[in-house]
């Protein structure tokens, strides 16, 4: 399985880490830490040495709640992260839903567009078509960021987001946009409970074998870990590497992390049992 993107056929065969790398000064967990170029060049720096095999760049926090940032500030953020990164020699992906931004990332040497809307705002779509090698990530989102968490989904919301994403990248599709240059995430905290975040994870592997695309998986420090274990944001390391596992054993093939290091350990550990794991036999022989 392949992830093909503007300068890298990503190999899918084994799970991706992807960096999180957020110049913004309001991110729920890091905020500010890496809000210039020079601070956001060494950190980007810093994840590849610790085994990260993707970056994501953002300049706009999408946690719930969070007001939208200006189409000049977000330009300003990004693009000279993604001109100084670009020679890194790994994937670039902009977290990003303006069509401008997409364009100017794109133009300055971004590999993937990962889009919380699914390429949804007007002339998204047009931009990914007029850059014919680049991925794209498609996420499914209840509502928008600063409502989503007030009003979130009702029941059992496996089929819904299925459906979503599916429709989605089937219309991508019909536009003339490969099929391996697709990736789907579910958008774990968008729009969801906890318990609906949860029961996503369970059925991962299943929406992903429907679907028949590659899944992304963003557990990383989000508030459902902080549910389960009543743990701050800053303390949900072993929480976040936990269910980046688990949801690689589910089926994912990218995992967004800010905790870099030791997820790939943990990834690591995980890939060594799995050359080990066959099918039990518990048939009886009788003679």
Sequence with gaps: MQWQTSRFQIDLQAPKVMGIVNVTP????DGGSHDNVSAALAHCETLIEQGAHILDIGGESTRPGSP???LEVELERVIPVVQAARSLGIPLSVDTYKPEVMRAAL????DIINDIWALRQPGAREVVQAHPNCGVCLMHMHRDPQTMQVQT???DVTADVLAF?????????AAGVARDRIVLDAGI???KTVEQNFALLAHQDAMAQSSGYPWLAGWSRKSSLGAVTGLPVDQRLGASVAAAVLSVDRGARVVRVHDVRDTVAALQVWAAMKLHDRPSNHQSSKN
């Design 26 to 29: 309001d991110s729920f967990s």
């Design 68 to 70: 939208a940032v200006p």
């Design 107 to 110: 133009d300055a040497g971004a």
């Design 153 to 155: 989904m009702h029941g």
């Design 165 to 173: 994403l599916e429709t989605h990248a089937a219309e991508l599709i």
């Design 189 to 191: 905290g968008f729009g």
